[in-house]
């Protein structure tokens, strides 16, 4: 973990609200899954950093990228660094989803895209195209989308039917187990609004699908000091601990972990 000021490069429209807000580096390596706290040196309006998946990364750590949506004033303040400003980044902190899992079906909705792109890179280097669920909305809110359709294989769903599948994600999974581009025993990564990764987890839990969350829980630091990340939990991993601090033993964890 190391905490810097980074130079501002360029904040690119991604639609329907969001940005890709990318950073001067170094940017050390970071896995997918792992998150950064972002503040504005000055003029912060809001006590404590946000927390923010790394989006991108540069070969060689020479620039990093996040995604962002304005909804609040910490990440309205975000948006609203220019070219050539700075912004305070901490990082990288928490837990990657699992590196040892062979072709992994993504699962994203909104903003819960985040994750991702990092695995759909390195699966690119291999000579492979990542399989990438991703839900919202109507099409503004599949923001990131262009960023993944060169280099994976994507399949979308709106709730309104203006891009592709017209219904929830989860019916977008029956139907690709369904066709046999996922199948039982497959793993399943999933980022996004705690409604639909429930759904999620309970579709894989069925389906004999193993399933890895990365929790949006609100996070006040980031680094396991103020206990406001905590979520309910059960296994070996914890020690027989029912709790754990999103920040240090996630944002990451299997879905038959979380109580």
């Known amino acids: 973990m190391q905490t810097r000021l980074h130079r501002v490069r360029q904040r690119r429209d991604l639609g329907g609200g969001s940005f890709a807000l990318e950073i001067d580096g170094p940017i050390p390596p970071t896995g997918a899954g792992q998150f950064f706290m972002l503040r504005t040196p000055e003029r912060w309006p809001v006590l404590l950093p946000r927390p923010f998946s790394l989006y991108d990364r540069g070969a060689d750590g020479e620039w990093g990228s996040f995604l962002i949506k304005g909804v609040g004033p910490g990440t309205n303040a975000l948006l609203d660094v220019d070219p050539g400003e700075e912004i305070v980044a901490t990082g990288p902190l928490g ?10 079906v993504c699962i994203a909705g909104g903003v819960g895209l985040a994750p991702f792109l990092l695995l759909a890179r390195a699966a690119a280097q291999r000579g492979e195209r990542l399989r990438l669920l991703f839900g919202g909305r109507d099409r503004g809110a599949l923001a990131g989308l262009e960023d993944f359709e060169p280099i994976a294989r994507v399949w979308t769903s709106t709730d309104d039917g203006s891009h592709g599948h017209h219904g929830l994600v989860t019916a977008l999974l029956t139907e690709l187990l369904a066709r046999g581009e996922v199948a039982a025993g ?5 980022c996004g609004p705690d409604p639909m990764m429930h759904a999620v987890a309970a579709l894989c839990a069925e389906r004999d699908l193993r399933c890895f969350l990365s929790l949006e829980t609100y996070m006040a630091c980031g680094y396991g000091v103020c206990n ?7 296994g070996e991993r914890f020690g027989g601990w029912p709790y754990s601090k999103t920040c240090l033993e996630g944002p990451v964890y299997e879905a038959c972990e979380l109580r």
């Open 95 to 104: 837990r990657t989803f699992p590196t040892d899992v062979a072709d992994p």
């Open 186 to 190: 497959n793993t399943v990564f999933c």
């Open 228 to 234: 406001g990340c905590t979520v309910e939990v059960t």
